[in-house]
């Protein structure tokens, strides 16, 4: 297989099979090498991305050797010290002997350096690192790296033990991820709901851009671009724009901004048929919705903060508690065909849009991280 699609992302085969084996054959007679026949080391493969390597080094190693696993697991813990990590699975008897950590990757370097400082508290006669793979870019540690079996550059990987959400370990391929990883996020709510507020935080987080429709219509509308009066000629004749005038839109705005992380969608898609659209679009550069984020507020919630940002700015539509409902009516009808059409992706995520703005946020970030 020269491409495979893992979670709707593109990724092509980047080292084959062949090249892998050479490479950690390669390490395997480096290290037996330098141990020598009577030296018996212990290779302690980290868990789990390192399980593949970890099996074919001893393989390849032709002098009597051990192996063990560790795995780093990350669990919360009191609210105060946040996430805790521990290192699972480490012996005890590690004392007097040589250590070889054996990783399948390491990019900035935290994750070692946490297993490396624990393992030095063992009091090893010595302790060395071997990596299969060494994004040397971003490496941010002053520790050596002893054995490197390929440096790569700063490209996202997978196969070869090597996950992307926890899939892809199973390819004997290593393949590198088409593009960048993009958080691509449809936010939904109701009016009053806080859609502007929470895009403001979670753009400037991520670097994302924000594109709410309602903005680009008025841009090209008061710019008279082609694609504004062609809007604006369907408008005057009391006409709904069509599809594919919004879509052109959209991509206009997307292309503009191609060093951004993702982009915020907002105020569309409205309908299935632009939410297929939009897939269809996004797909063509490699990309796709990660996620509809919608924020839920009761009705009578979002009716008094509706009133309450109309007396202080004045917009007609937040006055007028009949008009407000129509809003609700519409948004009722149309979100639940939508929230139906990511449900079916496994894309929908329902976030309660009452409390501070940081605890929305919060929540948000939460999903996005898990993305
Ligand atoms: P570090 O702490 O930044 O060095 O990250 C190390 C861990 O991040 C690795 O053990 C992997 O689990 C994961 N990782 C980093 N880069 C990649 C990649 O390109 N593909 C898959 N996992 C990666
Ligand atoms: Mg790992």
């Known amino acids: 297989m020269d491409t495979v699609k893992v979670n709707n992302r593109l990724f092509e085969k980047y080292i084959s099979a062949e090249e892998i084996d050479d490479i950690v054959k390669s390490m395997a007679m480096e290290i037996a090498n330098e141990m020598g026949e009577d030296e018996v080391p212990v290779f302690v493969g980290v868990m789990n991305g390192a399980f593949m390597f970890a099996a074919d080094f001893i393989r390849h190693y032709p002098y009597p050797c051990e192996i063990s696993f560790v795995k780093m697991s990350s669990y919360d813990g009191a609210e105060s010290i946040g996430k805790v990590q521990e290192l699972i699975g480490l012996s005890d008897d590690l004392k007097d002997r040589t250590v070889v950590i054996l990783e399948d990757i390491i990019d900035t370097g935290n994750t070692l350096q946490k297993i490396y400082d624990i393992f030095e508290s063992k009091n090893n006669k010595e302790l060395r690192i071997a990596t299969l793979l060494f994004k040397i870019d971003v490496y941010t540690k002053e520790l050596p790296i002893d054995y490197i079996g390929k440096v790569i550059e700063d490209k996202f990987v997978l196969g070869y033990g090597l996950d992307y959400d926890e899939l892809g370990r199973n390819y004997p391929n290593i393949y590198q991820l088409k593009g960048k990883i993009m958080n691509n996020i449809v936010l939904f709510g109701p009016p009053g709901a806080g859609k502007g507020t929470q895009a403001d935080v979670i753009k400037e987080k991520y670097g994302l851009v924000h594109i709410s429709t309602g903005d680009v219509f008025r841009y090209n509308i008061k710019n008279e671009t082609e694609l504004g009066i062609l809007a604006k000629s369907y408008m005057d004749d009391g006409n709904l724009v069509p599809d594919d005038v919004t879509i052109s839109m959209l991509k206009k705005e997307v292309e ?59 917009r007609a539509d937040d006055q007028d508690v009949e008009k407000i409902r129509n809003r609700f009516n519409e948004y009722n009808t149309k979100t639940s065909i939508l929230k139906e059409y990511y449900q079916g992706k496994d894309k929908y995520y329902g976030i309660d849009g009452v409390g501070t703005i940081n605890d929305i946020s919060g929540k948000i970030i939460d999903v996005i991280d898990k993305l």
């Not at 048929?273 to 009705?299: C, P, R, T, W, Y």
């Open 256 to 314: 503009k901004n191609s060093d951004a992380n993702g982009f915020i969608f907002d105020g569309f898609p409205r309908t299935t048929s632009q939410a297929e659209a939009l897939d269809i679009f996004l797909s063509e550069k490699g990309q796709s919705i990660n996620a509809m984020v919608s924020l839920e507020v009761a009705e009578d919630i979002l009716e008094k903060r509706l009133l309450e940002r109309g007396a202080v700015s004045g």
